[in-house]
C-alpha cells in the first residue's frame, strides 16, 4: 500500500500541488471576506438583542432569520442556486473564482453568530461599569465589547476556517477546483482509492494546522 501510495504521489504531484494552492486560495480569500463581513454583523447581532446596548427588534429580528435562512441551505445546493449571482460578481460559476462567492456566503453567517456568541458572553457588570462612568455605547463596544469578546471571536474565525476547508472540498466536486475536484476527477472517477486517501490526508492535516494556529493564537492573546 505505501509503495502504490508513494507511486501516486510522484505521478499526480503536480496536480495535488496545483489543487492545493487552489484550496489555499479559496478559503484565505473567502475566510478573509466572511471575517470582514461577519464581524460586523456580529456585533449588530450581539448589541441589538434583548441583552444588548443598542436593543432594536426589528433589526436584530430581520438579520438573526436572514442569518439562519442562509445557515440552513446546503452548501451543495447553495452553489446550485445562485449562478447568476456568482457569475454577476466575477464573471464566471466554474473554478476557483466561481467557488469563492458561494464560500463567502455560506461561511459569513457562521462567523456572525459565533462573534454574537463570544460578545453575549461578555459580564454584563463590566459594561455596566463602564456605562455609569459616561462611556458612549461606540466605546463600550470597541473599548469592552471586542476587547473582552476577542477570544471567543478568534476561535470563531478558526472555527470558520476549517469549515471552509470541508466547503471547499464540496466546491470542487461542482466545478469549483481544488482538492475536492483532484480527488473526484483522479481518485473517484478514476477508481483510485490511493488518490482519495491522500487528499483525504492533506485535507485532514489543513484542519489541524488552522485549529493549530487558532489555537497558538488564542494562547498569546488570551494570556
Do not use: C
Not at 477570544?151 to 471547499?168: A, E, K, R, Y
Amino acid at each position: 500500500m505505501i509503495d502504490e501510495i508513494i507511486f501516486n504521489l510522484v505521478k499526480y504531484s503536480p496536480n495535488l500541488i496545483k489543487a492545493l494552492k487552489e484550496t489555499l486560495i479559496m478559503v484565505s480569500i473567502s475566510g478573509l471576506f466572511a471575517t470582514l463581513f461577519g464581524i460586523p454583523i456580529g456585533i449588530i447581532l450581539a448589541t441589538t438583542n434583548e441583552q444588548g446596548l443598542l436593543k432594536n427588534k426589528v433589526v436584530y429580528s430581520i438579520l438573526s432569520k436572514l442569518i439562519n435562512t442562509l445557515r440552513s441551505i446546503p452548501f451543495a445546493i447553495l452553489v446550485a442556486s445562485i449562478p447568476w449571482l456568482v457569475r454577476a460578481i466575477v464573471n464566471t460559476t466554474i473554478g476557483v473564482k466561481g467557488a469563492i462567492v458561494p464560500l463567502i456566503i455560506a461561511s459569513t453567517p457562521f462567523m456572525a453568530r459565533q462573534v454574537e456568541l463570544a460578545l453575549s458572553k461578555v459580564d454584563k457588570g463590566v459594561i455596566e461599569a463602564y456605562q455609569a462612568m459616561g462611556f458612549s455605547n461606540f466605546d463600550i463596544i470597541l473599548k469592552v465589547l471586542l476587547k473582552e469578546g476577542q477570544g471567543g471571536i478568534i476561535q470563531g474565525v478558526t472555527l470558520s476556517l476549517v469549515s471552509l476547508v470541508g466547503f471547499s472540498a464540496i466546491a470542487g466536486t461542482v466545478g469549483g477546483g481544488g482538492l475536492g475536484d483532484f480527488a473526484l476527477r483522479y481518485g473517484y472517477s478514476s477508481f483510485n482509492p490511493y488518490l482519495m486517501f491522500i487528499t483525504l490526508v492533506i485535507i485532514i492535516a489543513l484542519v489541524f494546522i488552522i485549529q493549530w494556529v487558532g489555537d497558538l493564537i488564542l494562547k498569546e492573546v488570551v494570556h
